[in-house]
């Protein structure tokens, strides 16, 4: 018996859009997790968020996402072009 197995032709645009859906999902969520972690840090009564450094750390959180992913894309798109020169 031959095992007949049909290559893997990719992806479909609805199978694309899915996993794009899922992954904004998961890191809504995780900002979401973040943002609840911090609150503590950010409430009223607590005597701590009285310096302006720890609210500007806390309003930092989106940049800092921002900035790690920009560096993920940038690393890997050097690695790309170095690859190329050789």
Known sequence: MEN????WKG???DEIRMHRIISSTR???????MA?????????????????IVSKLTNALD????????YTIGKRVFKLFR????
């Open 4 to 7: 007949q197995t049909t290559p």
């Open 11 to 13: 992806y479909t645009l």
């Open 27 to 33: 890191i809504e969520l995780e900002k979401a997790k």
């Open 36 to 52: 609840a972690a911090t609150q503590q840090y950010t409430s009223k009564e607590n005597r701590f968020v009285s310096s302006p």
């Open 63 to 70: 940049y800092l996402d921002y900035a790690s992913l920009a």
């Open 83 to 86: 690859k190329r020169k050789k």
